[in-house]
């Protein structure tokens, strides 16, 4: 049985080597059965909607991923981290999976939210990976919203959804409504960590997280939910719950 972790975070925006030691320290006091550990969206630099954001965009194949790829071998967990990638002259909403033994995929977010379309570049292929908890479809936040990604992630035999989350308090509700909706409609686990906390940096808006990392269950129910203090929401993910629930409606697996 796969265990995962949604990992909530309050992050220090435009402070890279502030967030890289808060993942590392992070992944290394998780119970050692955790299998897959899921952060926030902009894990590692943080997000502000100008031309500061480039100074600590980083690549994907650079000192930071390695160091974490390092770390995810070490403990024998795979990690989900975002961060804004720069490629190029383009930079990107993006989310990493490092796995253990050296595999990565990388999903760059298709539907960018307020202010995101000023200094990032949209994101074009969904991805999917092969994980300990099944074929694994990798969304960012606001994709959340939209159905016809979910369904062709559906088509493509998804069991779990790695969601890295960067939701207002403001909206905290939509988020719970939406990660309770997506793994409905796909009939699959949803696990998505939410960054918690505020960003609060001079010349840029101040904003408070929703934080409320949690796992949906593949009937559309609440599996394990945290409020919006830092901490680890860890959780099994029972394959007899998904088989029972597809068996319920009728899906097969791929």
Request: hydrophobic share 45%; net charge negative; proline share 4%.
């Amino acid at each position: 049985m796969p265990t995962v972790a949604a990992c909530q975070l309050a992050l220090a925006d435009l402070d890279v080597a502030a967030n890289v030691a808060a993942v590392e320290s992070r992944v290394v006091d998780l119970p050692d059965r955790v299998d897959v550990a899921v952060f926030p969206e902009h894990t590692l630099t943080g997000f502000v909607a100008d031309e500061r954001v480039a100074d600590v965009a980083l690549p994907a194949d650079g000192e930071h991923i390695s160091r974490l790829q390092d770390v995810a071998a070490a403990e024998a967990t795979a990690l989900v981290v975002g961060f804004v990638e720069t490629d190029g002259e383009d930079l990107y909403n993006t989310t990493l999976y490092l796995a253990p033994d050296g595999t990565r995929a990388r999903y760059r977010k298709r539907h960018l939210w307020s202010g995101e379309e000023d200094v990032l570049v949209v994101g074009e292929e969904l991805t999917t990976v092969e994980t300990t908890a099944g074929t694994a479809g990798l969304l960012t936040c606001y994709d959340l919203n939209f159905v016809e990604d979910s369904a062709e992630l559906t088509r493509r035999g998804v069991d779990v959804l790695f969601v890295s989350g960067g939701w207002p308090a403001t909206y905290s509700e939509n988020w719970t409504l939406l990660m309770r909706a997506r793994a409905l409609d796909g009939v699959r686990w949803a696990v998505g960590a939410g960054r918690t906390g505020r960003r609060d940096i001079p010349d840029a808006s101040v904003v408070e997280y929703a934080g409320r990392s949690l796992v949906a269950r593949p009937d559309g129910g609440i599996h394990a939910t945290l409020d919006r203090r830092e901490g680890d929401l860890v959780a099994d993910l029972d394959g007899d719950i998904l088989a029972a629930a597809r068996d319920l409606v009728g899906v097969s697996p791929e």
